[in-house]
């Protein structure tokens, strides 16, 4: 028997940036009903659940929540990636027969807890198991990034105005997009500027923090001719992992995701030189740096020189992160879901006034913990 | 007195005891593999190379170099907000293993990659417990 193609039937944000007045798991289902909506199906089609959540047993209190009972779960916690994954697992489970409607469905609020001081800035990671030869150091999330933009800056000569060019890309995209949560135009001087959070890293390379979340909804081919909007197919999908640990980390200078891209390029028969836009996980400024060597949209240590000019502007080279990403748009915490949805947007050509002019294939690539995990999606339209 | 925040300080368990103990004594361990010669870090049971369980501790020189670090200048979480600027680093040992730590004894704006360093032994207390983690400075 065939494998059965596999199509992004629907994608929808909750609403997001600061959301004072809605729990997580109201975004949650708040998102999921714009996106099976968006899909033209009813919660009651959903029979695979992928998410993920701080809380233990997630896809089972969400499942609850939500009223749905479904036959296939997926609680994958990989960090901002985990999207990713789940787009990789859901193909296979659809592939197989195992579930005909996958929803992806994700929420926080990351940022109102902050403001409501039930949670701290910085993670507290107790130091036992393999954390107790890392804890009593303070090396933090952006410390951990930060450590890999040194080493880049050292082997390769990369300057950290070179890293600025991307938050400023990012900022110059998120401008036309009037959800995203900063549209102000900024200069590379305004982001080396700024405060020193981690060095080389400013505050200005550092992603914001939000609430929200969103949906995807994907379904099995034999579904798409009932849907409402074009299908995106999934053309390839893979995954890939490194380490936890820091010290583990073998090359601070190479994200996984030359892994899984090889895989998922390779699996799609799509080359980087045919991507129209791209969607990558854009934590910090050197993490989208790391990605584009990774995924061969330039070689190993020419990042810096292929930021700069605004290569990554909508109206540049290589459009990515076309909403403003998780540097200017929003970012609750695991924004991975994000990075599809804007690209299903981009490729169905409803992304307006911030359209890439006639997309068809988009690459979309998910980086969780501190390079410790990558997903990479091919996506396409007819 | 004043709460002082322990979360951070390692938890030794029954893989590691050996580790710390040593570390109270003014000594870094780390391990090696019988069967197939691998050195690693952080230390386990098992070798992660050949996963062969005949693995030893042995004594590190204590020298290195910075791999790679970044000063970090914000950090919410006690007790490390009241330790900002520190720097956070990675040392390469000379026997090859890598390790996370702290560079001290230096302006830490004038910490490099490169930079060669030497173990040394930051004494901090858990009620009675007085644990010495490992920290390095220029050599």
């Known amino acids: 028997m065939a494998r059965r193609k596999v199509a992004i039937a629907g994608v929808a944000e909750s609403r997001f940036g600061e959301v004072p007045d809605a729990t997580a798991l109201q975004l949650h289902q708040e998102g999921a009903a714009l996106a099976l909506a968006d899909a033209g199906l009813k919660p009651s089609d959903v029979d695979g659940l992928f998410s993920c959540g701080a809380d233990i047993m997630h896809p089972l209190i969400l499942g609850e929540y939500l009223g749905l009972r479904p036959g296939y779960v997926d609680g994958t916690q990989v960090g901002g990636s985990s999207w990713e994954f789940f787009v990789h697992h859901a193909v296979g489970a659809i592939e197989a027969g195992l579930c005909d409607v996958a929803l992806l469905n994700y929420a926080t609020t990351s940022r109102s807890d902050l403001k409501r001081k039930i949670r701290s800035a910085n993670v507290a990671i107790e130091a036992r198991g393999p954390a107790q030869f890392e804890s009593a150091y303070g090396h933090t999330v952006i410390g951990r990034h930060a450590m890999a933009a040194t080493r880049h800056m050292f082997e390769f000569g990369t300057t950290q105005e070179q890293l600025a060019e991307i938050a400023v890309a990012m900022r110059a995209n998120a401008s036309r997009n009037p959800l995203a949560m900063y549209r102000d135009p900024i200069t590379v001087e305004d982001v080396v500027g700024s405060r020193a959070i981690c060095s080389p890293l400013h505050k200005l390379d550092c992603c914001i923090r939000s609430d929200g979340g969103g949906a995807v909804v994907l379904v099995a081919e034999d579904r798409v001719k009932d849907l409402p909007s074009k299908p995106v197919w999934v053309l390839g999908a893979a995954e890939a992992t490194s380490h936890h640990t820091m010290s583990e980390w073998q090359d601070f200078t190479e994200s996984p995701a030359r892994y899984s891209a090889e895989r998922a390029f390779g699996r799609a028969g799509v080359k980087p030189s045919e991507i129209d836009v791209l969607e990558v996980y854009d934590s910090f400024t050197i993490t989208v740096l790391l990605t584009l060597e990774a995924l061969g949209f330039c070689g190993k240590g020419e990042g810096g020189p292929f930021v700069e000019g605004g290569r990554l502007t909508i109206d540049g080279d290589l459009p990515t992160n076309t909403d403003g990403g998780g540097l200017s748009s929003n970012h609750p915490g695991m924004r991975g879901i994000f990075l599809i949805i804007e690209a299903a947007r981009q490729l169905r050509g409803e992304a307006t006034g911030r359209q890439v002019r006639d997309a068809k294939l988009a690459a979309v690539n998910g980086t969780g913990g501190w390079f410790s995990s990558t997903g990479t999606l091919i996506l396409g339209v007819d | ?139």
């Open chain 2, 1 to 139: 007195m004043p709460k002082v925040a322990t979360w951070h300080l390692p938890v030794a368990d029954l893989e590691t005891k050996p580790y710390w103990d040593a570390t109270a004594q003014g000594t870094l361990l780390i391990k090696e593999c019988h069967a197939c010669g691998h050195v690693f870090f952080y230390p386990r049971n098992h070798c992660p190379s050949c996963w062969s369980t005949d693995t030893t501790w042995r004594e590190a020189s204590g020298r290195g170099t910075v791999y790679t670090f970044t000063v970090v200048y914000q950090n919410d979480l006690p007790p490390f907000r009241d330790r900002i600027p520190y720097v956070v680093a990675i040392v390469e040992l000379d026997e090859g293993v890598r390790m996370t730590s702290n560079i001290e004894g230096v302006t830490p704006e004038d910490v490099r990659c490169g930079m060669p360093v030497q173990v040394g032994f930051r004494d901090e207390q858990r009620g009675d417990e007085t644990i010495a983690i490992p920290i390095f400075r220029p050599a």
